[in-house]
Every structure is written in structure tokens, then in C-alpha cells.
């Protein structure tokens, strides 16, 4: 079946320090992928998407490469700020049927 | 715009009692969906709805859970009767279309507590 699965957390970090949270996935055929944030004490909001292998999401400095051959959608930021803290979901979808499957989340903390 | 509305936010409840919550979703998205976060899990779907008719609810259980969606804009999930497993952030999503690229929108979830 369908799945994604990505790191484990909690991650600290230093503000200004490069961010990278893996995420991988298994499903038949193309999906969509996707990276949402929680922040806290806030819903699940999109951070960025790729729909297509070799595209790239972006946003907010974020970005995440849809690589087909690995099944992988990683997000990185090259310099973080406190204000990223939040919890990271890693999700797909497939084409017929908009249903989200996520990952397990990773919290970030980002420190002063 | 106005976002995806939920309620109550926080409901704490006794196994075997019933509850209700509700979701407005935003004006002229006609995919809703409802999804289940347990602590320290993502967020599973329970049902999916295209306008008033249910697409997907292979994942409800529903030997006690029902939900609905009158008139293809709001919609209820009920819970009868609750179990301790049932504790969960209940999450209420809606989209444009059910093509998987579309985003979805998420509301700020109902925290429900069995005891």
C-alpha cells in the first residue's frame, strides 16, 4: 500500500544552521507530494508541493525535490530561524483521489 | 476568505458517552474530508466527501462512527459510543476539487478526550 515515512524527531537546531528532514515514500503509479507545517498552537497549513518527478517545491526558503529513483522528497532550509519551529508532516497523494497519506511528523526546535 | 471553521475546539467526554462535531468548510470547495491525529502520529483520513456523497470511507469505523454532509457544505462526525482509543485531534479539511494535487485546507481540529 501507500505510505510515507520520515525522520524521526525531535531536531534542534541553532538559528542559522542548515536544515534537512528526510522523507520517503512508497506508493504505485505518481503521486503528489507534500510538506505541511503545524506551528504551535495552529492548523496544518501547506508549506510546499511538487507534483511530477524532478519538480521542485518551494517557499518561505523551503524547498524539496521530488526525486522518482530514490522515492524521496526531502525538505531543507539552508539557514533556519526560531520562528520555524513547528512540527513537519511529509504526505502524498494520488491522482484519482485526493485523500492525504501522512507521515509520522518531526518537530523542530530551533534555538536562539 | 474565510477559513475552515470547527467545533467545539476541546471536548473531554466518558467511554461509551456520544459526541458530535461539526465543520463548515470553505465557500465553493466541494471535497471535504475528515481526518484523525492521534499524539505523536499523522494524521489519518476517516472519510472523504465530493459534494453531499461520501467518496471514501474505507477507514471509519463504522460500527461507531457516522458522518454526513448535507447539502454538500457542512458537515458532522459522530462519535457512539466512545472509546478510550477514540482520543484524538479530529481534523476537518476541505478542497476545491478531489484531484490529488489540490491543496487542502485545514481547520484548527476538535481535541477530543475519552476518559
Known amino acids: 500500500g501507500n505510505s510515507v515515512t520520515q525522520m524521526e524527531g525531535p531536531v534542534t537546531l541553532s538559528e542559522e544552521a542548515f536544515l534537512t528532514i528526510n522523507c520517503t515514500y512508497t506508493?504505485?503509479?505518481?503521486?503528489?507530494l507534500f510538506w505541511y507545517v503545524q506551528y504551535p498552537g495552529e492548523g496544518l497549513q501547506l508549506l510546499l508541493k511538487?507534483?511530477?518527478?524532478?519538480d521542485k517545491g518551494s517557499n518561505k526558503g523551503f524547498e524539496a525535490t521530488y526525486r522518482k529513483e530514490t522515492t524521496s522528497f526531502h525538505l531543507e532550509k539552508g539557514s533556519v530561524q526560531v520562528s520555524d519551529s513547528a512540527v513537519y508532516f511529509c504526505?502524498?497523494?494520488?491522482?484519482?483521489?485526493?485523500?492525504?497519506?501522512f507521515g509520522k511528523g518531526t518537530k523542530l526546535s530551533v534555538k536562539p | 476568505e474565510a477559513g475552515v471553521a470547527q467545533s467545539p475546539r476541546y471536548k473531554i467526554i466518558e467511554k461509551r458517552q456520544s459526541v458530535a462535531f461539526w465543520c463548515n468548510p470553505i465557500?465553493?470547495?466541494?471535497?471535504l474530508y475528515w481526518y484523525q491525529q492521534i499524539l505523536g502520529q499523522g494524521p489519518k483520513l476517516l472519510i472523504q466527501?465530493?459534494?453531499?456523497?461520501?467518496?471514501?470511507d474505507s477507514q471509519l469505523p463504522k460500527d461507531r462512527f457516522s458522518a454526513e454532509r448535507l447539502k454538500g457544505v457542512d458537515s458532522t462526525l459522530k462519535i457512539q459510543p466512545a472509546k478510550l482509543e477514540d482520543s484524538a485531534v479530529y481534523l476537518c479539511?476541505?478542497?476545491?476539487?478531489?484531484?490529488?494535487?489540490?491543496?487542502?485546507?485545514f481547520g484548527p481540529g476538535t481535541r477530543l478526550t475519552v476518559t
Open positions: 465557500s465553493g470547495h466541494a471535497t
Open positions: 479539511a476541505s478542497s476545491l476539487s478531489d484531484e490529488g494535487a489540490y491543496e487542502q485546507y
Open positions: 466527501f465530493q459534494n453531499n456523497g461520501v467518496v471514501d
Open positions: 506508493a504505485t503509479g505518481y503521486p503528489s
Open positions: 504526505a502524498l497523494s494520488k491522482g484519482s483521489q485526493g485523500n492525504l497519506i
Open positions: 511538487a507534483t511530477k518527478a524532478d
